[in-house]
């Protein structure tokens, strides 16, 4: 079955989960009408759907290979690509002064969610190009700007993020690239990366590769890290290319999944001729990376969302088509449709569900975002930043992990043929499984959650977000809907136990640091639930009319998604509240000769 | 890191959690003395050890495929399996009579469980194989068992089980392969069945197919299905090979995992020449079937928890090896192995922990098996029976899908490298993924479970399993162990939740039974919580010396785990209950085209 974007369910939920009216009340963007706002999402949905999703099992089977040092990429990949950069689609976000269109980076993480549900290895060096420009905006030089955003903007060229080496992954203190000064204003750039999504490949003329090494006397440890802009060719000063710039692909990686995607061993500097200029400031790398990196784990959290919706339309078009079986206890007659078993429908409720929140959740996040970063109110700026900084990890965990969930669900589904690869659910369980590990993995996110943001404020950025969650409750409980009204009961019992767990870590990381990190997981978790379904559950009571019911079938059909969530999803926060709370002493070390015994 | 067999953590739970003293006291076996279950477990892990683990990771690699009409194995499996042969290790729980040692089923698991760790491809056929051997012992006559037990007991010759064809899989009665008969009492078979887990090879001279077909006047529906015996080769009065017996494999599928296990689509009587012979009385296939099928369900969750077992050691392995990271705050000096991580050994003994309660439900369900085939003592074979009745389905749906958690945090254990195929890690998540799905998927095992396991007695097996639960939660509050009598608090919480939804779904199916089948799998999922855990607590309770502690390190370490799994794991039943009773509203059917919009 061919995959199909979702534009109505997107902008249904741009506009009442995300909050697009904040967004629209920054005041820095020109039009963003309902009709604007649509056709976009519909010409995305046209070519993810037409150009894009036909990419996916060719991704799949024939991917990414290293030919004479050189990544050539699915055969489509650079024709589609090239339809990508000339259609606009790279530079939604980004401002017009270099070649963008200044919309909201809310409506350019819609339009990425169609290009992921479509084929996600395809999406992968977009992500990582858009991240760049914004860390460039950020933090480069003018000269860098001039040179550089107007290829990365369009998408013209692409760009990497380089951080991990093999001894340097999630700790990046050991990190041993090093870049020596050469007296020009360049460095010199020695030392080898791993794990670097599109790396290189044959779909553009330059890559430009954001790399953190470390310069002669730098400090040890974090605060020595500077990041440097390292183009695969140099550009001239006119900005036209010049000579290769010794940036070598040492190998690819076979991996489980998103074969399409090619993740490469990188080597700078094998000659002594690769060059680099800084960005920013000399030994505070790891704050223009952070850019980069906060940015990617909201598009992480996407792309496992949007697989999540393609893996879901998969199982659903199967379980329409699939005849077997009789309603219970009925031996002979005609068999139906396996769409008509409870437990069947049970799983495609859970797998619509948990996509529909995540994406509700993520939605949220880059909304925050926008508004953080583009409002003329000084105010609103800094409450929708604590915001952003809270979400980001529950955008990235969570929907990373319940896209495992889902897609799981989805090979379920199709029974026996859900094991055959031909048959294309196997293919999205292996392709997500990835969002839960890089971009720091999801127990780094968790630390990110209990550490430095429940550290902020003293857990102030939580509680700010329960009382919403809890005004939230109290509209549902008093919405008249029978459905929401229970939801309402049910989020607002999750909330008093997630301001309870949240009391505890706050606590647990300031006296008994291992305890709080030993809960950080199951919190992160406890929290996810709440938060995803606290929008998902907004977005069900704006589709509810005045009569306190909804005005279509579409709009019921929202609203019986979200009072799901709440009665088969929901509940599961309760079960984690236990668990967050376990104590250091739960995972006491044991000699590791004692458990293989 | 090498696989070893846990030796010592299997006959532990043999002893302690599956109660081998119950399966002596049947008296049916001559000797089970410590020593002889040791030296047998030992042999068995040397074999798994040292010659089928090295064939893992050349069986996903080069897996099985078809050349000229004929399954070719992965290298090495043929060699293996003559070893398998020839030192009678298919045998071990068989009739001396026919071959076999007259060992306890439960004690040939643990062997099975040693393979299946070592290689879960290479264990397919011997499972389908012994479970041919139950169901001949069971339903075959004196002409079948004299021609076909001594070959099939030793795995001399293999045997298959053929259920599916393309119409019709979880619902048999449209099934459409038909049987003839001849008028000597042969049948000609024709017809197509698919999901034939090594339907060819070239291991045996022989294979045995256990074919259900129609006869000519058959009723409709299950009621009309007949089992046959149809070998590849025909079998002359003497017993030796004679003419090719018309079976044909059309083709063997391309999977997500297990690559070693050749799955094929096969073909009877292609040219009218294929003959079988009736397996127990014409019309009660069925039953014969479900011989078979109820021992390859216990073997498909053992299965589950074995690849869980390999995968622990695997990300165990990975952990002590892998130096990255300080203890939070510590920003400098040298890196620890991240087993130092409280998160990463949270998910090391989560999957431990899982593994461990998995290979303790599913020994305890062989155990009685054994007491109700077994037992000279009525009441208790009664009573046996209807607890191997009620752990069938618990066995293989909370052991596989656990397994797909389990593996799934070998992965992430791995950080990048768990997506990177040549880790190994990732092969585990994919070879274990098909157990929740075959031998009836997990949804077809709530069925049973809140059917026909339920319907029996109005509960009374699900309520006398209770009280033993409660029982043993009370032993563990008195223990005077500080972990074991939380454990026994929150475990006697749990049997309370599970005794309502219990009552709530014996009404729901008579009453409302759309509501209990909404409920059917995430009560499965609550029930199997409980019953591994009390298995697993039953076993480290055991561990316990007079004094209130245990006598050694590795006993310690056992109560550890299963104290880790009453704090991190049984607290999900408690979310769990709630969603049981959710009811039918809740996944009230809704038009498809509203869901992809």
């Known amino acids: 079955m061919a995959y199909r974007t979702p534009v109505r369910d997107m902008h249904f939920l741009l506009e009442h989960a995300a909050g697009l009216d904040a967004v629209r009340a920054t005041g820095a963007f020109d039009d963003l009408s309902d009709d604007l706002v649509a056709s976009i999402l519909e010409e995305a949905g046209r070519f993810a759907d037409e150009v894009v999703a036909p990419l996916n099992p060719v991704s799949d089977r024939q991917g990414a290979r290293l030919e004479n040092g050189q990544v050539v990429t699915t055969p489509g990949f650079k024709e589609a690509y090239a339809q990508y950069v000339e259609a606009g689609w790279n530079g ?35 992500s990582l190009t858009q991240a760049a420009v914004k860390a460039l905006l950020a933090h480069g030089s003018d000269e860098q700007r001039t040179l550089y955003l107007p290829k990365l903007t369009t998408g013209e060229w692409t760009a990497t993020m380089n951080l991990s080496e093999p001894q340097a992954g999630s700790d990046l203190s050991n990190l041993k690239c090093r870049a020596e000064p050469v007296g020009d204003g360049t460095y010199k750039i020695t030392g080898t990366k791993i794990w670097i999504s599109y790396g290189d490949h044959d779909m553009t003329q330059n890559i430009c590769h954001l790399v953190l090494a470390r310069t002669p006397d730098a400090p040890e440890g974090t605060r020595g890290i500077s990041m440097f802009l390292v183009p695969k060719y140099r550009v001239n000063e006119d900005g036209s290319l010049g000579d290769f710039n010794d940036v070598r692909v040492a190998g690819i990686e076979e991996k489980l999944g998103q074969h399409g995607s090619p993740t490469c061993v990188m080597s700078y500097g094998d000659a002594g001729e690769c060059l680099g200029t800084l960005v920013g400031e000399e030994n505070a790398g790891l704050k223009s990376m952070f850019v980069m990196m906060n940015a990617a784990r909201i598009d992480v959290g996407m792309q496992a969302a949007s697989v999540g919706e393609a893996s879901f339309q998969h199982a659903l078009a199967y379980a329409q088509g699939r005849v077997q079986g009789r309603p219970y206890g009925v ?68 929907s990373s992990d319940r896209a495992i969930e889902t897609t799981n669900l989805g090979i379920q589904v199709h029974g026996g043929m859900g094991f055959v690869e031909e048959t294309g659910a196997a293919q999205f369980y292996r392709d997500c499984r990835v969002a839960a590990i890089y971009e720091g993995t999801n127990g780094i996110q968790a630390i990110d959650l209990v550490g430095r943001k429940l550290g902020m404020e003293e857990g102030g950025l939580a509680y700010d977000f329960l009382d919403e969650v809890e005004a939230g409750a109290e509209a549902l409980r008093a919405s008249g809907h029978e459905g929401l009204a229970a939801a309402g009961e049910r989020m607002a019992a999750e909330a008093k136990r997630l301001r309870e767990t949240t009391a505890w870590m706050l606590t647990a990381m300031r006296t008994e640091t291992e305890a709080g990190l030993t809960g950080a997981v199951p919190y992160q ?12 559950l907004r977005a069900a009571l704006a589709a509810l009319g005045e009569k306190g019911g909804a005005v279509d079938a579409y709009l019921e059909g929202r609203i019986a998604i979200a009072a799901f969530y709440a009665d088969h999803i929901l509940p599961r926060a309760e079960g984690l509240a236990a668990v967050v709370t376990a104590g250091a002493g739960s995972v006491a070390p044991i000699d590791p000769e004692l458990l293989i015994a």
Chains 1, 2 share one sequence.
């Not at 993520?362 to 000084?378: E, F």
């Not at 978790?525 to 998902?536: C, I, K, M, P, T």
């Open 92 to 126: 939604l976000a980004f401002p017009e002064a270099w070649g963008g269109q200044n919309l909201p980076a809310t409506l350019a993480l819609a339009v990425f969610d169609a290009l992921c549900g479509a084929c996600l290895s395809f999406t992968m060096g977009m």
């Open 331 to 398: 031996k002979t007659g005609q068999q139906n449709p396996i769409y008509d078993h409870p437990d069947v429908r049970r799983m495609l409720f859970t797998m619509k569900a948990l996509t529909e929140a995540s994406r509700a959740l993520c939605y949220a996040n880059m909304a925050a975002y926008d508004v953080a970063h583009r409002s003329s109110d000084a105010e609103a700026m800094a409450q929708a930043k604590r915001r952003e900084e809270l979400l980001t990890p529950l955008s990235k965990a969570f």
């Open 525 to 536: 978790d406890q929290f996810g639930y709440v938060a995803a379904g606290h929008y998902l």
